[in-house]
């Protein structure tokens, strides 16, 4: 079974911030790729990362960072200094080898100025 | 165009209605992905194509939904004698080759709001 567990529904914090959205996997499959998108106000999905299983260097892209980890089959998000333009939905997503994508409930993220 | 386009962008329809859904991804892409957003969920996956064969269709809820993409281009999703529970946001993606394959991202189109009164 493949499934994709975000269990944050909601988070919201204070501008500048640090701020972690979870993701957590699961799937037999020992090839597969884990995304995370994001969808903003105005509603369209926009993809910020892909990672496939066997590449697990951390990434970081400006603000942006994600920690990947097999042993516990998660994907974390973390965002440094946090800003308004950050809120929005976010959705962790993992893709199998029969090309099937499966979304997590997404997270909504609130940033308060 | 330079991106996936959708249309309607909205259809509101009655109960025992066929709505036909449009998914115009971008030129040359392979992949075609159909997808359904209900309000505060994740996408879920319906179906998708590459070129013109449906590679796989079990994410389909009942045979009330087709899809099709004849020429390997613009993409139709069928709901025949909707219902209410088929009220939510479809999605369609596209991406140049198979996702597996190494390409890293699909592109999601605007999406079509459904709803069936």
């Known amino acids: 079974a493949q499934k994709v567990t975000q269990a944050q529904t909601e988070i919201s914090v204070v501008e500048k911030e640090d701020v972690t959205l979870d993701c957590v996997y699961e799937?037999?499959?020992?090839?597969?790729?884990l995304f995370w998108y994001k969808q903003p106000p105005s509603g369209e999905l926009v993809f910020l990362i892909r990672?496939?299983?066997?590449?697990?260097q951390n990434e970081i892209s400006g603000r942006y960072s994600w920690n990947f980890q097999k042993s516990t089959s998660s994907f974390n998000f973390t965002i440094t200094a946090s800003q308004v333009v950050d809120s929005a939905v976010y959705f962790c997503?993992?893709?199998?080898?029969?090309?099937?994508?499966?979304f997590g409930t997404g997270t909504s993220l609130t940033v308060i100025p | 165009g330079a991106g996936v386009s959708q249309s309607p962008r909205y259809k509101v329809t009655k109960r025992g209605q066929d709505v036909a859904l449009r998914c115009d991804p971008i030129?040359?892409?392979?992949?075609l992905y159909w997808y359904r957003q209900a309000l505060g969920q994740g996408p879920e996956f319906l179906t998708y194509?590459?070129?013109?064969?449906?590679?796989?269709k079990s994410g389909l809820p009942n045979d009330r939904f087709s899809a099709e993409r004849p020429e390997g281009s613009i993409s139709t999703l069928t709901i025949q004698r909707t219902e209410q529970r088929d009220s939510a946001m479809y999605r369609c993606?596209?991406?140049?080759?198979?996702?597996?394959?190494?390409?890293?991202?699909?592109?999601f189109g605007p999406g079509t709001r459904l709803t069936v009164l």
């Open positions: 990672r496939n299983s066997f590449d697990e």
């Open positions: 194509f590459n070129y013109e064969a449906q590679q796989d």
């Open positions: 799937t037999r499959d020992t090839t597969y790729y």
């Open positions: 993606a596209s991406s140049p080759t198979p996702l597996a394959g190494g390409y890293n991202e699909q592109f």
């Open positions: 030129s040359g892409h392979v992949s």
């Open positions: 997503a993992l893709l199998n080898t029969g090309n099937q994508f499966y």
